[in-house]
Nanobody, 123 residues
Framework: QVQLVESGGGSVPPGGSLRLSCAAS????????MAWFRQIPGKNRTPVAA???????RHADSVKDRFNISRDNAMNTLYLEMNSLKPEDTGMYYC?????????????????WGKGTQVTISS
């Protein structure tokens, strides 16, 4: 019922910045919580950051103070601003949404997933 399409991935050197975007469509009333996950090569998907419809955010320790999640509810768009990027940030980044707030839905109750966008950090 919700379609999520990521964009903005690419390749940047360590220390660089990148902004990911996610366009939500369909039943956007079912995006109470939106979040970014990533899959590092050889690892399972892990949560990166989440934001509720009211703007309350949470960030994984590994990205705290470097990444910032935000959303534009009027535009049904989710963002992830990534700064001071490290090689270990390399991976596929996925946009997700949950029908419930992030307290209930994040990280294990996300209902909708995008196909991902690749982020590569290398010299």
């Amino acid at each position: 019922q919700v379609q999520l399409v990521e964009s903005g991935g690419g390749s940047v050197p360590p220390g660089g910045s990148l902004r990911l975007s996610c366009a939500a469509s369909g039943d956007t009333d079912s995006t109470e919580c939106m979040a970014w996950f990533r899959q590092i090569p050889g690892k399972n998907r892990t949560p990166v950051a989440a934001i509720d419809i009211d703007g309350r955010t949470r960030h994984a320790d590994s990205v705290k103070d470097r990444f910032n999640i935000s959303r534009d509810n009027a535009m049904n768009t989710l963002y992830l601003e990534m700064n001071s990027l490290k090689p270990e940030d390399t991976g596929m980044y996925y946009c997700t949404a949950a029908r419930v707030d992030c307290t209930m839905g994040y990280p294990y109750g996300m209902d909708f997933w995008g196909k991902g966008t690749q982020v590569t950090i290398s010299s």
